[in-house]
């Protein structure tokens, strides 16, 4: 069993940056890809972002170029930077492990 713990949600300005946090503990030799989904009000939960243990990373079309996942092992923690916000990317952020672990989800909100 893996836990996860997001962090690093807030509200922000279009244009502003935001750095989320996915802490994991537990059985974590098991996970062989991280990432992130969100969603938003009254919209189905889409996939973000997902890297492998190797480092292997993989963006939706509509974050690419202004998002960047990463991961530091020696913490069991992978990070989101989400650079160029736009009120569209506003919604709740999920922070998952394979094969099936979810973390309890942060609120991200854009808006002036």
């Known amino acids: 069993q893996v836990q996860l713990v997001e962090s690093g949600g807030g509200l922000v300005q279009p244009g502003g940056s935001l750095r989320l946090s996915c802490a994991a503990s537990?059985?974590?030799?098991?996970?062989?890809?991280m990432g992130w989904y969100r969603q938003a009000p009254g919209k189905e939960r889409e996939w973000v972002a997902t890297?492998?243990?190797?480092?292997?990373?993989n963006y939706a079309d509509s974050v690419k170029g202004r998002f960047t996942i990463s991961r530091d092992n020696a913490k069991n923690t992978v990070y989101l930077q989400m650079n160029s916000l736009k009120p569209e990317d506003t919604g709740v952020y999920y922070c998952?492990?394979?094969?099936?672990?979810w973390g309890q989800g942060t609120q991200v909100t854009i808006s002036s």
């Open positions: 998952y492990a394979s094969p099936t672990s």
């Open positions: 537990g059985s974590i030799f098991s996970i062989s890809y």
């Open positions: 890297i492998t243990s190797g480092g292997y990373t």
